[in-house]
């Protein structure tokens, strides 16, 4: 009995081991700025070779999974095609056909999924929820989206700036919109990469204040859109209501009138300004079709980024 026990601690001591080395991907700032800078370079490579036809094995032999209770589109479609490219599975787990939709704990998930696949992306309102499940895993999470932050939709964004206008290191980044979980994870890249971000946001839309005073050397609080926008290399928005704020859309509609980015707000921008949305984007409302699909626009290479960008990530935690 004795003994038994003693094999029972080792292996709890080992498991929490692996759990304490397990690197994971909730926010940009899991990743030293050189990690970031070094991943970015990696999926353009990757992209490039994938073209060229050169194959990478990266996951040969590894499973991931997917953990979303909220809609997807790009970030389950670019994981999946990009376990698939890397030579690896993956598999899809809502909660209604699983169970944590009939409340098994999300710590007894994690163990369960650590011994049998190789990593998890979770898509999850509540941040706590993926730090929890995080905190039990011995293999790497990737954050999907949560309501605190959206780090894989940056790692994809700033490639896009660097393919199209080399490094975003000194460049003038406008965030027009509300202060949400793209924006806090624009707010970190400005901290990690060294750019400066002026945020345009209504009254009571403001980012969370422990963040913004934690950027304040690179991120700050501009009086009005045009006054974020002058001058800026880039310009970005996201939606006005996030998923799970459908009931604030009337109220948010309103409060958000004047924030809408078309060619006016763009015309104080710099002459070669780019545009950014992570998709999916309301045309009429925080952006205007004529700045949406004009000329300025990278947003189909900024979602078709998602899949080389997420590439680079699963090559560098899994090996
Ligand atoms: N940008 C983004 O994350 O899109 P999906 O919600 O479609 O994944
Ligand atoms: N802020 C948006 C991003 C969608 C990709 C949301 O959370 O719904």
Known sequence: MERLRGVFLILDNLLLENQLMTRHFLSLMDLTADE????????IELKREFKAGVPCVAMKGKTLALIFDKSSTRTRVSFEVAASQLGGNSLFLSPSESQLGRGEPLEDTAKVLS??????????????????????????????????????QILADIQTYVEHRGEIRGKRVAWIGDGNNVCHSWMNAARQL????????????????????????????SASPVEAVEGADLVVTDVWASMGQESERTKRLKAFEGYQVDPMLMSHASEN???????????GFEVSAEVIDGPQSVVWDEAHNRLHAQKALLEYLLN
Request: proline share 7%.
């Open 273 to 283: 300004a780019l545009f950014m949305h992570c998709l999916p984007a309301y045309r």
């Open 194 to 221: 060294g750019f400066d971000l002026q945020l345009a946001i209504p009254p009571g839309y403001e980012p969370d204040k422990a963040l913004l005073e934690s950027c304040q050397s690179q991120a700050s609080l």
């Open 115 to 152: 011994g049998m696949v190789d990593v998890v992306v979770i898509r999850t309102g509540g941040h706590e929820k993926i730090e929890t499940f995080a905190s039990h895993s011995s293999i790497p999470v990737i954050n999907g989206l949560t309501d605190l932050f959206h780090p894989c």
């Open 36 to 43: 970031l800078h070094k991943l970015v370079y990696r999926a």
